[in-house]
């Protein structure tokens, strides 16, 4: 999806020829890294849902630690957070998963903030680094590849999915699974979160109904099983043009091949 202003999938300012981001005031310090205690949280969250469809702030992060906002330039009470990232699991234990459109136009002073809440970044600031895009995406735009892996900096010696844990990557998953999709509206100070069943928008794209997903929502990833992304908010008009309906490419043979890409040990 496309969306100016009222529009909710934008980009970094980098691209503000094309896209236009809005600007969020923040207070963000950085605090200790901390380990975290998932099972509990996670049941505190489950016991906290809402009717399916509905988005509700979520403000005690622990339990989604491993979805976070990504920012644009240092984060500081300047910056602006624009997009969605999650952590996914690899061998590196560095990587991200979002939208293409996020980060095709590179990855130079961003930054992936996990569990960030109400200028709070409980899990640390980490620095983006490469991005893994498919040809097809770069060159064309095809939305059936507006998926992206991107890595992250070790910070203060450790890494990300060591912190916050991270999902496993999912591929040709059911066009109508149940998911939670969790993401960061860009004029939030909190990611929203919500349950409902996916349905086939095409063979290749999938579609979910889910209130308020508005611009800095793109990358959000879509769970099912509780701990498997099987898609993020982008694809068919880099992610809908309504704010209540969003879409993500399937993720097929092709996805699995950008995630081996991303992963392999350089030569």
Same mark, same amino acid.
């Given at each position: 999806?496309?969306?100016?202003?009222?529009?909710?999938?934008?980009?970094?300012?980098?691209?503000?020829?094309?896209?236009?981001?809005?600007?969020?005031?923040?207070?963000?310090?950085?605090?200790?890294?901390?380990?975290?205690?998932?099972?509990?949280?996670?049941?505190?969250?489950?016991?906290?849902?809402?009717?399916?469809?509905?988005?509700?702030?979520?403000?005690?992060?622990?339990?989604?630690?491993?979805?976070?906002?990504?920012?644009?330039?240092?984060?500081?009470?300047?910056?602006?957070?624009?997009?969605?990232?999650?952590?996914?699991?690899?061998?590196?234990?560095?990587?991200?998963?979002?939208?293409?459109?996020?980060?095709?136009?590179?990855?130079?002073?961003?930054?992936?903030?996990?569990?960030?809440?109400?200028?709070?970044?409980?899990?640390?600031?980490?620095?983006?680094?490469?991005?893994?895009?498919?040809?097809?995406?770069?060159?064309?735009?095809?939305?059936?590849?507006?998926?992206?892996?991107? !890595?992250?900096?070790?910070? +203060? /010696?450790?890494? $990300?999915?060591? %912190?916050? &844990? =991270?999902?496993?990557? @999912?591929? #040709?998953?059911?066009?109508?699974?149940?998911?939670?999709?969790?993401?960061?509206?860009?004029?939030?100070?909190?990611?929203?979160?919500?349950?409902?069943?996916?349905?086939?928008?095409?063979?290749?794209?999938?579609?979910?109904?889910?209130?308020?997903?508005?611009?800095?929502?793109?990358? !959000?990833?879509?769970?099912? +099983? /509780?701990?498997? $992304?099987?898609? %993020?908010? &982008? =694809?068919?008009?880099? @992610?809908? #043009?309504?704010?209540?309906?969003?879409?993500?490419?399937?993720?097929?043979?092709?996805?699995?091949?950008?995630?081996?890409?991303?992963?392999?040990?350089?030569?």
């Amino acid at each position: 999806m496309f969306r100016q202003q009222r529009i909710r999938r934008s980009e970094s300012r980098r691209a503000l020829s094309r896209r236009v981001c809005r600007n969020v005031a923040l207070v963000l310090g950085w605090l200790i890294v901390v380990a975290i205690g998932s099972t509990a949280s996670a049941a505190a969250l489950s016991a906290s849902a809402t009717a399916q469809g509905t988005s509700h702030s979520v403000h005690n992060t622990q339990a989604i630690a491993t979805v976070g906002a990504i920012f644009h330039g240092e984060v500081s009470t300047d910056g602006d957070h624009f997009c969605t990232a999650s952590v996914v699991k690899s061998a590196s234990k560095d990587l991200l998963m979002t939208a293409a459109h996020c980060v095709s136009n590179g990855t130079d002073d961003l930054y992936f903030v996990p569990g960030y809440h109400d200028g709070k970044a409980p899990y640390g600031v980490w620095r983006l680094d490469k991005a893994t895009l498919d040809p097809r995406w770069s060159n064309d735009e095809d939305q059936d590849l507006d998926v992206a892996f991107v !890595s992250v900096q070790p910070l +203060g /010696g450790r890494h $990300v999915q060591d %912190v916050v &844990g =991270g999902y496993t990557l @999912g591929i #040709n998953k059911s066009y109508t699974s149940t998911v939670r999709l969790t993401g960061y509206p860009s004029d939030e100070d909190a990611p929203i979160t919500c349950v409902n069943r996916v349905s086939a928008y095409s063979s290749t794209q999938l579609r979910i109904a889910c209130t308020a997903y508005s611009g800095g929502t793109s990358g !959000s990833p879509w769970l099912t +099983g /509780g701990n498997t $992304v099987m898609g %993020v908010i &982008g =694809g068919f008009q880099q @992610g809908g #043009n309504t704010d209540d309906v969003s879409y993500s490419a399937y993720f097929d043979n092709d996805i699995a091949a950008l995630y081996q890409r991303a992963t392999a040990t350089p030569a």
